[in-house]
């Protein structure tokens, strides 16, 4: 389970993204259907992640991401809070708050007045995966509620690599809303037959896992040490 959150001073980024993971089955799509769900799009993209070489990015817990025709995007770790097997994170998207961020955790100072692609050579940010997913993007409402009636969707992705994962998501305006949209999110993915206590690995993680066994072996001892859960995306 993800809950994605802002940290301080990262509300201006955008809402309160609140996921879980889960591994789809054959009937998922049509489960969807039944349930009320409307399949908004189709799509494929391709997602690259950089880091430096001795991967100081991922081992602050920082994944660093860009997708084609969408831009970069940086996942950076919030607060702790939510019980659990959670993870609270941030989404940055604008470039300024992306550089400004790098700079901070890679410690560089005097890079920030270009965007993402004229610093990676100054931080030595070179690619660390890079594949397609096939995507179908799911909304729709449960009902029978005292709470506003928050949309959630479900993304159903699979790689080019061949792993499918799937995603339930709310997004909430403010840390008190993040309990109910758990609450609903749990709801919805009994509904969808996924076991109470799945979790599924993020497409990066099974990427690196398949094809670069010594960053993820790399990436495991740190988050053993740490006993944190390794995201990804």
Same mark, same amino acid.
């Given at each position: ?15 309160? =993204? ?28 391709? @997602?690259?992640?950089? @880091? ?10 920082? +994944?660093?991401?860009?997708?084609? @025709?969408?831009? +970069? ?17 941030? =989404? ?16 560089? /100072? ?16 070179? =690619? ?21 009636? +928050?949309?959630?969707?479900? @993304? ?22 993040? !309990?109910?949209?758990? /609450? ?10 996924? !076991?109470?206590?799945?979790?599924? !690995? ?18 495991? /001892? ?12």
């Amino acid at each position: 389970m993800l809950v994605d959150q802002p940290i301080a001073g990262s509300m201006a980024q955008g809402l309160i =993204e609140v996921e879980l993971k889960f591994i789809p089955g054959p009937g998922t799509e049509e489960r969807l259907q039944e349930l009320g769900g409307t399949l908004e799009h189709r799509v494929t993209f391709r @997602d690259t992640y950089y @880091d430096t070489p001795e991967l100081n990015l991922m081992r602050a817990d920082h +994944w660093l991401r860009q997708r084609e @025709d969408s831009g +970069w995007e940086l996942k950076c770790p919030g607060t702790a809070g939510v019980l659990g097997p959670h993870t609270q994170y941030t =989404e940055l998207t604008a470039e300024p708050a992306i550089v400004a961020q790098l700079c901070a955790v890679l410690e560089t /100072e005097g890079l920030g007045a270009g965007g993402v692609a004229a610093v990676l050579g100054p931080m030595r940010l070179q =690619e660390v995966a890079s594949f397609v997913t096939n995507r179908s993007a799911w909304r729709l409402v449960l009902l029978g509620t005292d709470e506003e009636e +928050w949309p959630l969707r479900v @993304d159903l992705d699979t790689a080019d690599f061949g792993y499918a994962v799937g995603e339930v998501e709310a997004l909430v305006h403010e840390e008190a809303e993040v !309990p109910a949209a758990l /609450e609903k999110i749990h709801k919805l993915s009994n509904m969808l037959g996924v !076991p109470a206590q799945e979790t599924a !690995p993020a497409k990066l993680i099974v990427y690196l896992q398949r094809f670069r066994p010594q960053v993820y072996q790399r990436l495991l /001892e740190v988050n053993n040490s740490s006993q944190r859960e390794t995201t990804g995306d």
